[in-house]
């Protein structure tokens, strides 16, 4: 029988080098393979290019591996709940390649589907097309490194002609995500805003390694139920339902924020 499951997070990420590609599932603070991330930063793997949503927080998800300077890049749709991030990107000591959010989840789709490329409106007329964003700053403030210009083609589309870019889909090394469930054959059922981006990142991997909440035996999930076929991910290790999980903002209504403010007996 396949089975897919490791002992234990460090045995499942002792094989990733310094210098790997990586593509890391969570939104914002949710579905962040924590132990896995974790895991990388005991081990002291260093020189990273990962391709993530975001990049945690100073001090969760991500953000540990930043903090660590283990990351050389990132390629990302939303980096600003990260004071570290931001030091880093423009002293010049973090490169960073910024793409649209929907753009990014497609690149991760189309990698893993075998897609090479493909056309998208989102960023025409923009310096996603045009190039000149910064990716790389000098030590003097510089742009040491911008991006690219892309290709623009017009194609005709319900009789209107309409300018396309092209953008490239991404594939990497590693894929490391977060699953509520899998099964031993490495089938995956993601909870609620932690589907966001987990799935994309696990297709996009060359070899996937997946924590899950709970571990079941094959067949136990039902078919309909299952988000991530098996054939993507090819390793799985437990971690339990009571791994830390953080809140990035917490609020309240403002019902509830007069009532605190309100003085007691009033």
Not at 168 to 182: M, S
């Amino acid at each position: 029988m396949i089975d897919k499951t490791w002992e234990s997070a460090a045995q499942a990420v002792a094989d990733i080098p310094d210098g790997a590609s990586l593509a890391v599932g969570g939104f914002g603070l949710s579905g962040n393979p924590i132990a896995l991330i974790e895991a990388l930063l005991a081990q002291g793997t260093g020189d990273l290019s990962i391709v993530s949503n975001n990049c945690g927080v100073d001090d969760w998800g991500l953000g540990v591996l930043l903090n660590a300077k283990r990351i050389r890049k990132m390629t990302s749709s939303y980096v600003g709940e990260n004071k570290e991030f931001e030091r880093q990107f423009l002293s010049g000591e973090l490169e960073l390649e910024l793409t649209p959010q929907g753009t990014l989840a497609e690149k991760l789709r189309a990698g893993g589907s075998g897609i090479a490329a493909f056309y998208t409106q989102t960023g025409v007329g923009t310096q996603v097309a045009e190039g000149g964003l910064p990716r790389k700053y000098a030590a003097d403030g510089s742009i040491a490194v911008a991006s690219p210009v892309k290709d623009v083609r017009s194609f005709d589309v319900s009789g209107t002609a309409r300018e396309y870019v092209l953008e490239e889909a991404i594939v990497t090394d590693f894929a490391l995500v977060h699953a509520l469930k899998g099964d031993r054959h490495g089938n995956l059922v993601f909870n609620k805003a932690a589907r966001n981006f987990n799935p994309l990142a696990a297709m996009a991997g060359r070899v996937c390694i997946a924590q899950v909440e709970e571990l079941v035996e094959p067949g136990e999930l039902e078919p309909d139920s299952i988000h991530l076929p098996g054939i993507y991910v090819h390793r799985i290790v437990e971690v339990g339902s009571d791994i830390e999980k953080r809140i990035e903002r917490r609020t309240v209504s403002v019902a509830q924020a007069a009532a605190r403010e309100m003085p007691e007996g009033a």
